[in-house]
């Protein structure tokens, strides 16, 4: 199992580019989430998911979307990059109510 | 909004010290984690509790649940260097839609440097 992995593990973007970012679990979690993690603020829930073709939003979801179309894939796309998305962004499964996995992070910095 | 709030921010300590970290709200939550992060990893969970005055031990780690499910607290016996990192609680939410979607709520985190 490789568990949660994400790609890409760093990334610069302009002001107004667009990109998506990967995420897929191998664990066939129906949960899955997108957090962001800023100093000194833990995490903060962006969207998740309860299963294919189900999401919705999270604490700070403006200016991302997701979709869910199948259970191992979850993608957060980022419409319009502004220098406020800079952060490290984690994707999370978990079965039912146990234990969320996290994947490795991406760091992004918006220009 | 549910918050939940870690004390100290970041805690330095000489190897063979103990420390406690402490993670407080004023909502309750139907349980709470506690995950410690490494420099470029993602959160790994440490423990679950789920009852209120649970007590969980872990080795040289020692973990709380309030009584009414608020608050919780994390105690390292002898710390050693290898437990340096990031502490953080999450709390699942105990409102029934937010629970169905697994939500958790994180604290701001614990900075724990053990010195040898």
């Known amino acids: 199992n490789a568990g949660v992995t994400q790609t890409p593990k760093f990334q610069v973007l302009k002001t107004g580019q667009s990109m998506t970012l990967q995420c897929a679990q191998d664990m066939n979690h129906e949960y899955m989430s997108w957090y962001r993690q800023d100093p000194g603020m833990g995490l903060r829930l962006i969207h998740y998911?309860?299963?294919?073709?189900?999401?919705d939003q999270g604490e700070v979801p403006n200016g991302y979307n997701v979709s869910r179309s199948t259970t191992e894939d979850f993608p957060l796309r980022l419409l319009s990059a502004a220098p406020s998305q800079t952060s490290v962004y984690f994707c999370a499964s978990s079965l039912d109510r146990a234990a969320q996995y996290f994947g490795p992070g991406t760091r992004l910095t918006v220009l | 909004t549910q918050l939940l709030e870690q004390s100290p921010q970041f805690l330095s300590i000489q190897e063979g010290e103990n420390l406690t970290v402490y993670c407080n709200s004023s909502s309750v939550f139907s349980s709470l984690q506690w995950y410690r992060q490494e420099p470029g990893e993602g959160p790994v969970l440490l423990v679950t509790?789920?009852?209120?005055?649970e007590v969980k031990k872990l080795k040289r780690l020692t973990f709380q649940f309030g009584d009414a499910r608020k608050d919780s607290s994390l105690h390292i016996t002898a710390a050693q260097t290898g437990d340096t990192g990031l502490y953080l609680c999450?709390?699942?939410?105990?409102?029934?839609?937010?629970?169905?979607?697994?939500?958790?709520?994180f604290g701001g985190g614990t900075r724990v440097l053990v010195k040898p």
């Open positions: 509790v789920v009852t209120g005055g």
């Open positions: 998911s309860v299963g294919a073709g189900i999401t």
């Open positions: 999450a709390g699942a939410s105990a409102w029934v839609r937010e629970a169905a979607g697994n939500k958790l709520t």
